[in-house]
């Protein structure tokens, strides 16, 4: 019962903040100061006020804004995310043809980040009032703050003066080449999942910490349970509850450092399409990727927290 | 986004020692670097737009510290100089949000009914962008630039002030020293601002040192992809990306421009992260 009336809270929190997202990038290219058609056709001899427009029509733009917004979203809701200024074709093509590198790169990272998070904070958690805890602690904070793209260009210029013509940059799909796919994405993984590594490390040291003070695991000590046995069947599967919530939220956070470490990498993704997009100013693109992942991001967001309180038994129950 | 560490925890801290040691470090770095920054005009050695074509990409010497870029320039006065200006772009962007959001946290908090729901709805909403992803959507409207990019920041860091007040805020609306203070006659701004504000000066402080360690790498990621601060102001994100085209002649303006990020993103975050541990139990629970 409890999950149900949770489940129907998310549900409406989804459902305004999808409409939120919705309106506002809706309201983007309308934002855009002077006029957006005529920047977008740029300063060109051949813009002429016709050209205009007929390209304001194709967009909607003449109609009142009310129904600029329920056409558009119909069409959206239809899969139709309108054209690409410059080649005309649909915008979803386009996306569609560069997601799939930055949806690699960022599952990577995050599976390299979970993987090492883990024993990492158990580690820290274990650490605890240590003589070499304070050291630890500045160094998780390093982790956090380093500038992942500058990481990755670190690691080009070690890796090739130390294994000259090794092929780094670039990419090849996984169908064509596997290996060379996975060789090719795994150093701006590793560059990428640094922060989130050790903002998960750090978030398992202190909810292990947490739980290593509850009552149940006293409990378990007292009725003799051996104390490793505490730590990983007792603490760390309690603690591992607020650590899967935050993984979600780690989702957008590598998106966006996904965005800027292809450019390291010379890695065709989401990335250099956007910024080819807002370089030739192709302001459906932008909005349509703005929109698409964002609301992937949402949905994500809302299915962790729906696990959440599915594993969660003081909610599921 | 923001590496929003670890949540508040209610640890019982035996040792504070050790905290209280990097706290002191974080504070030290983020003084010196402050100065820096302040200071540029005066310590840094060159001119940082002044070009030597004949000196261009030497290496670190004792006449250029850290060496020359692709034009002469000398990188640690472009350093110095792309300090201050990640700085002062990060913190009038925080420093933005802070106002606003703490503007609209408050009034949530103190007139609850619709007024907080139509805010804390609307915070829902910008929140749900990945950070960068509602970055660039801001600059692909108003360009690129400085200024872009500082607004850009300040949108996407309002709902996390206007989040992280209101809660601590819905708690002191409550208590019996706000309760008396109404009983008395006192306005609802002097109520807010000599009452409630004042209790959750810790929390701000806090979330503003982490937010601004993060800013300060948002700002420098804007900048790398060329959408940030304009050339040819000094940038610490751009002359990372300028540095990256002569990485294998001359790799030092890429390497020290990505150090000087590291070294002030970590200050900042370090000082937030020991300044929470020592917080004061009451605001942990929010």
């Known amino acids: ?317 | 986004m923001s590496a929003p560490a670890s949540p508040p925890q209610a640890q019982a801290r035996s040792k504070r020692r050790p905290l209280l040691s990097l706290y002191s470090v974080a504070l030290t770095m983020i003084v010196i670097l402050v100065l820096v920054a302040l200071a540029a005009p005066l310590i840094a050695p060159y001119d940082p737009l002044g070009q030597d074509i004949l000196q261009r990409l030497k290496g670190p010497s004792s006449a250029h510290w850290l060496g020359t870029d692709q034009l002469g320039r000398d990188v640690l006065s472009r350093i110095i100089y792309g300090l201050r200006s990640s700085l002062s772009i990060s913190a009038s962007a925080v420093f933005v949000a802070f106002l606003g959001g703490s503007v609209l946290g408050l009034l949530a908090a103190y007139y609850r009914g619709w007024t907080e729901r139509i805010i804390m709805r609307l915070m829902d909403v910008l929140f749900a962008f990945p950070v960068m992803l509602l970055a660039i959507g801001v600059i692909a409207v108003m360009g690129p630039g400085a200024v872009p990019t500082a607004a850009a920041i300040a949108i996407v860091y309002t709902p996390i002030f206007a989040r992280l007040l209101r809660g601590p805020a819905l708690v002191v609306a409550e208590s019996d020293f706000v309760l008396s203070a109404r009983s008395i006659g006192a306005s609802d701004l002097r109520i807010i601002l000599h009452h409630i504000l004042p209790n959750l000066v810790s929390v701000i402080l806090v979330q503003f040192s982490l937010l601004l360690s993060s800013a300060i790498l948002v700002e420098a990621s804007l900048s790398f992809l060329g959408l940030g601060t304009q050339p040819p102001t000094p940038s610490l994100g751009m002359m990372l990306s300028e540095g990256r085209n002569f990485l294998f002649l001359a790799p030092w303006a890429a390497i020290f421009s990505g150090v000087a990020i590291l070294i002030v993103a970590f200050a900042l975050n370090l000082f937030g992260d020991a300044l929470r541990d020592d917080l004061d139990p009451r605001l942990r629970q929010s």
């Open chain 1, 1 to 317: 019962m409890v999950f149900l009336r949770r489940l129907r809270g998310r549900l409406i929190d989804l459902a305004f903040v999808i409409a939120g997202v919705s309106v506002l990038v809706f309201g983007f290219i309308r934002m855009i100061p002077g006029d957006a058609v005529a920047i977008m056709l740029g300063a060109n001899a051949e813009v002429t006020p016709e050209r205009i427009a007929a390209v304001r029509t194709r967009l909607g733009l003449d109609l009142p804004i009310h129904e600029q917004y329920v056409a558009w979203l119909s069409d959206v809701l239809r899969g139709d995310f309108g054209v690409s200024i410059w080649t005309g074709k649909p915008v979803i093509d386009e996306i569609a043809a560069h997601v799939w590198p930055t949806l690699q790169l960022t599952l990577l990272a995050l599976a390299t980040a979970v993987i090492l998070a883990i024993p990492l904070g158990i580690l820290m958690a274990r650490l605890r009032g240590r003589r070499g805890e304070a050291l630890v602690q500045a160094g998780s904070v390093v982790g956090l703050t380093v500038p992942p793209f500058w990481l990755g260009i670190i690691m080009i210029l070690t890796l090739s003066a130390v294994a000259p013509g090794v092929q780094m940059l670039g990419y090849v799909p996984f169908s064509q080449d596997p290996l060379g796919n996975l060789a090719r994405l795994i150093l701006p993984a590793i560059a990428l999942s640094l922060p989130i590594m050790a903002n998960l490390a750090r978030l398992l040291r202190s909810t292990l910490l947490e739980a290593m003070q509850q009552d149940y695991i006293r409990t378990a000590r007292a009725k003799g349970v051996p104390a490793r046995r505490v730590l990983y069947r007792h603490a760390l599967r309690n603690a591992l509850i607020p650590f899967i919530t935050s993984v979600g939220i780690m989702a957008g956070y590598l998106l966006g450092g996904a965005i800027v470490i292809e450019q390291v990498f010379a890695i065709p993704g989401l990335g250099r399409l956007i910024l080819g997009a807002i370089a030739e100013r192709n302001y459906p693109l932008i909005q349509a990727t703005i929109l698409l992942v964002t609301c992937s991001f949402v949905f994500v967001n809302f299915a962790v927290d729906v696990v959440y309180a599915l594993i969660d038994p003081r909610i599921s129950e």
